[in-house]
């Protein structure tokens, strides 16, 4: 199969998760024949057509339900299940867990990235509730020195090239 109809496939897809995508419809879009383009495709990817949206589907679904608050049910038919069942099935299959314990248990790791995204506004850091600028101060540098002891002497040097 060339590498060229697989991207377009595959970018088909992408942008269309929540339409419904015919085996016939894709394999015309990658210039096959149904069978042929589903022997091909499994070949590639080790996986069926169908197996691969569906995972892609549960795949932005965990997405959605990390990063928004939106219903169970209306990210279940946005990105192409027919039902809420059909995508706590699916979802459940892939992650282990169903789609609202999911996002129950990935809260605690949103709520660091966010934190760690604003530590990150340069000129900045984060104190209690109240971020503000941070300020630079210039203080003396420290001397450090190595103990170095051997058997049956002790002595003191400065190590300036590093400890």
Known sequence: M???????VIEYVERNLSARL???H???IAGYSAYH???LFRHAYHLSVSEYIRRR???VGSEMLI???MKVIDIAHTVGFESQEAFTRAFKHYYQFPPAKYRKLMQPYVIKREEEQ??????????????????????????????????GRTRIRNDDAGI
């Open 57 to 59: 589907r549960a795949a």
């Open 118 to 151: 604003m530590s990150t506004v340069p000129g900045w850091i984060k104190g209690g509730t109240h971020p503000r600028p941070s300020r630079i101060s210039r203080r003396k540098s420290i001397r450090l020195f190595k103990i170095d002891r051997g058997i």
């Open 2 to 8: 060339r590498s060229e109809s697989f991207q377009e």
């Open 67 to 69: 990063n928004t608050d």
């Open 22 to 24: 015919s085996l016939e």
């Open 26 to 28: 894709l394999a015309a």
């Open 37 to 39: 383009f589903q022997r």
